[in-house]
């Protein structure tokens, strides 16, 4: 007797056979146009480049001027109206011009912003450190009068401090002008400070308490070096705007006996109108120390004006 085997092939089920044609035809379609991840990185790379193109013209927009200025200080000439687009052929006689001229003013522009940075912080630090750990009663309404104080127009403040000034013989002089310019730039120390100062922890005061210091031992010795880059950025904001004052400056001032170097300028271009190479030398080196400070402290910066962001 011969044995017939039969073989009996199931067959897959309708669901499985469509996710299988399903999968075939999208196989096939990457196949033909690329394969899914790659298409999808061509757009956002295509945005950073966008972004990244757009970034470097409003950059190169914003610092024209200042190659404009250099390379006009370099012209031969001493115009503008014939300025090359490249000082080709670059000539020094007007930076040899400023610094003869203008060195005086630079020195004095100098002791007057380095003299107004350490009145500011001298008072605006204490200042921020009884605002932020001490419970006075009204701080939110002397806050709040520092805010308005920012907003009082500088013309206003100085012609204020010209009569007092002439009554107490502060005029033309150095000490005047840092007292001027330090009365501008301690309300927005105070609250830079104060600011950086509430994300500091209240445990460390009150261990070095604890200890046996007293607040101005524990000001000094524990507060100062934790706040140094809400320092430095305060000092550093108050520096420029000193360095840059010309209000003050043309107010208090009516001699020569002390010319910021902003007044220098001023009075510069009536006198040198045919020769801008001077003139713009002497801008290239009053705008020297401002860039040294700006990115030798900008780290500094970074982190004094986010440090009381977050407690």
Do not use: C
């Not at 001493?78 to 670059?90: H, I, R």
């Amino acid at each position: 007797m011969t044995t017939t085997k039969i073989t009996i092939r199931r067959s897959a089920p309708a669901s499985t056979r469509k996710g299988s044609a399903r999968k075939g035809s999208a196989r096939k379609g990457s196949a033909r146009k690329g394969t899914g991840p790659e298409r999808a990185g061509i757009g956002p790379e295509r945005k950073k480049w966008g972004y990244t193109v757009l970034a470097i013209f409003f950059l190169a927009v914003m610092l024209f001027p200042v190659y404009w200025m250099i390379n006009a200080s370099l012209q031969p000439n001493g115009t503008t109206l014939e300025t090359s687009w490249l000082p080709l052929k670059p000539d020094f006689s007007g930076y040899a011009t400023a610094i003869s001229e203008q060195g005086g003013n630079l020195v004095t522009s100098l002791v007057i912003s380095l003299g107004s940075v350490v009145l500011s912080l001298a008072i605006a630090a204490p200042a921020a450190y009884a605002l932020a750990y001490f419970k006075v009663k009204g701080a939110g309404v002397v806050l709040f009068a520092i805010l308005i104080s920012q907003m009082i127009p500088g013309i206003v403040v100085a012609n204020a401090l010209y009569t007092a000034y002439n009554d107490l013989g502060l005029l033309n002089s150095i000490p005047g002008l840092i007292l001027a310019d330090s009365a501008h730039g301690i309300p927005f120390a105070i609250l830079i400070i104060r600011a950086f100062m509430n994300g500091m922890p209240a445990s460390v005061i009150e261990a070095a308490r604890v200890d046996g210091a007293g607040h101005l031992r524990a000001f000094w010795s524990i507060v100062v070096p934790l706040s140094r880059n809400s320092l430095i950025t305060a000092g550093l904001f108050t520096f420029l705007f000193t360095w840059s004052d010309f209000l003050f400056a043309l107010t208090l001032t009516t001699t020569e006996a002390v010319r910021p170097v902003t007044l220098g300028i001023f009075q510069y271009i009536g006198a040198y109108v045919n020769d801008w190479s001077s003139v713009m030398a002497t801008a290239v080196l009053a705008s020297i120390p401002a860039i040294i400070l700006l990115v030798a402290a900008q780290k500094y910066i970074a982190a004094g004006t986010t440090g009381g962001a977050v407690k």
